[in-house]
């Protein structure tokens, strides 16, 4: 880890540091240093359960500010999803439908329309307007659905 960090420091990138140990190594390297201290564990001779635990809290609060701040969620749906198989055209049909209240027909429709792009397809809904125009709504809008919405 403390490699990787001096490397991407090298190169330039912000960095960032996820502990649960106070004046860690890593933190001291990263640009961006998080601790959550969770003391000593309840068992002696385990380790790494509450501070495992505690990381992994914090990594899952990063990445869901992260998706936000990226224009990747509209309400409380991950809609950034373009299907390539049957999977995940059955999710961007459980993502568009209680986005907008549709039933799974109307669902169905813009998605293929949108060729499967589930934010595409929901602004479509939204706006009434053709692919090619909520496309370009979304490209004016930096990505962001909300913003293109309104």
């Not at 991407?8 to 960095?15: D, E, W």
């Not at 380790?47 to 500010?65: H, P, V």
Request: contains cysteine.
């Amino acid at each position: 880890m403390i490699g990787g960090l001096n490397y991407a420091n090298k190169l330039g990138c912000t960095t960032a540091s996820v502990t649960c140990i106070p004046g860690a190594i890593s933190s001291q390297i990263a640009d961006i240093a998080i601790c959550a201290f969770v003391g000593p564990e309840a068992l002696t001779g385990s380790i790494r359960m509450k501070s495992g635990i505690a990381q992994k809290f914090m990594l899952n609060m990063l990445s869901t500010a992260s998706m936000s701040h990226w224009g990747k969620i509209y309400q409380n749906l991950i809609v950034d999803v373009n299907a390539s198989n049957d999977k995940l055209y059955a999710r961007a049909s459980k993502i568009v439908m209680p986005a907008e209240n549709c039933p799974h027909h109307v669902a169905k429709s813009a998605l293929e329309q949108a060729n499967y792009n589930a934010k595409l397809a929901i602004l479509m809904i939204l706006t009434g307007k053709d692919a090619k125009t909520a496309q370009q709504l979304l490209d004016n809008n930096n990505g962001f659905l909300r913003q293109a919405i309104g």
